[in-house]
Every structure is written in structure tokens, then in C-alpha cells.
């Protein structure tokens, strides 16, 4: 089985920077992928890792570790539309994603 | 455009009244997938399709049918819907599993 940790809510400030994490256990590993979604709405795609290190795509970053387990995203210069949820899902040996519970970001001015 | 649409967005029902909820795309994506989205427990997969007539189970099949007899469409199917299948559907597809999945805008059903 997969087991996918998010934490359930965060909250920032507008200008700031904040981290996301999501640890995982699975049988087998095939990519990480990070989804935002606005209350409401659908997913959409931001990141997939499959490999160690960091991804960086404008204000967005996503990290992973694959030996602990562990990813991040990272989002710089926080603006109000970036609160949302934020959802990292897991490919295991079955090469078929699992979605964590997802994180719910709220930013404050 | 690009996109997966679903039909209906909205739908309050019954127990036990059959309905199908459709989902299509026009990106030529081989992979298909279902979702159900509750408070508290994130988006499980409900049935997955990696080609026309390949469908298997994901993690919260039960109460639930689907089929893939053509690469666009992907209806999810209730038998007898029952109250505790009042949830938010999403349909997703990809050009396979290993690539992003683009999600259709929701369905959101009640079963009284």
C-alpha cells in the first residue's frame, strides 16, 4: 500500500515564502507530482520529480528525496490567488498515481 | 481547446436510480481516470483506463462501473447510487500514467 503525508493546513503572509512538505511510503517509486487547486475548481499541474533534487519553475520549486521519503514545494513572492490546496500525489510500483490529502494554503495580507 | 469536459456538473437523485456521468476529451490521451473528492479524505481513485477497453479498480471501486469502448470517452456509471456516493467527481486523462493528468471541471452529485 502507499502511504502519502501532507500537512492539512498552512497559512502565510502576502511577499512571503513557504515550504509544503509531503512524505511518502510506497512499494516502489516512479515520480512525485504537485496539483493546485482553487476551491471549487479542478487540479491543475504544477511539477513532477522523478529524480533527486530541486525543479524550478518561476515562483514555484519542487524538491524530492527519494532514500527519505520527502518532497517539497516551495513557493516564493506569495501572492493572494495562491491560496488554494495543494496536492501531491505518489506513482508507485504500480506506476499508478495516489493523491495525498492535499494542504490548504491560505495567504493573508 | 484543449480539455476533458464532464456531463453533468450538477445532479441531485435517488437511491437506487441508475446514472451515468460522461466524461470525454479531445487530446488523444491513452490514460483515463475517475476520482471522487471528499472533506478530509482528498481526491481517491475510483477507476483508471490506460487504453480502449483496458479499465481496472483503483482504491474506492465498489458501487461503481465504468467502460472505454472509445479513446475519448469514459463514462462512470452508478448502478444504484446510494447517499453515501454524494461527492465531488472529477474525470482526468493523460498521454499515459506517468504523465500529468488534466482534469475535468467536476461533477457534483447528491444522492437523497
Known amino acids: 500500500g502507499q502511504n502519502i503525508d501532507q500537512p492539512t493546513e498552512m497559512t502565510a503572509t502576502e511577499g512571503a515564502i513557504v515550504q509544503i512538505n509531503c512524505t511518502y511510503q510506497?512499494?516502489?517509486?516512479?515520480?512525485l507530482f504537485w496539483y493546485q487547486q482553487h476551491a471549487g475548481e479542478a487540479p491543475t499541474f504544477l511539477s513532477y520529480n522523478v529524480l533527486d533534487g530541486l525543479e524550478e519553475k518561476g515562483r514555484f520549486s519542487s524538491f524530492l528525496s527519494r532514500s527519505k521519503g520527502y518532497s517539497y514545494l516551495l513557493l516564493k513572492e506569495l501572492q493572494m490567488k495562491d491560496s488554494a490546496s495543494y496536492l501531491c500525489a505518489v506513482r508507485g510500483g504500480s506506476y499508478i498515481p495516489t493523491f495525498g490529502r492535499g494542504t490548504s494554503l491560505i495567504v493573508h495580507p | 481547446e484543449a480539455q476533458v469536459t464532464q456531463n453533468p456538473r450538477y445532479l441531485i437523485t435517488v437511491t437506487g436510480k441508475k446514472l451515468t456521468v460522461t466524461c470525454s476529451q479531445n487530446m488523444n490521451h491513452e490514460y483515463m481516470s475517475w476520482y471522487r473528492q471528499d472533506p478530509g479524505l482528498g481526491l481517491r481513485q475510483i477507476y483508471y483506463?490506460?487504453?480502449?477497453?483496458?479499465?481496472d479498480k483503483g482504491d474506492v471501486p465498489e458501487g461503481y462501473k465504468v467502460s472505454r469502448k472509445e479513446k475519448r470517452n469514459f463514462p462512470l456509471i452508478l448502478e444504484s447510487p446510494s447517499p453515501n456516493q454524494t461527492s465531488l467527481y472529477f474525470c482526468a486523462s493523460g498521454r499515459s500514467s506517468y504523465n500529468e493528468q488534466f482534469f475535468g471541471p467536476g461533477t457534483r452529485l447528491t444522492v437523497l
Open positions: 483506463s490506460m487504453n480502449v477497453e483496458v479499465t
Open positions: 510506497t512499494s516502489g517509486f516512479n515520480g
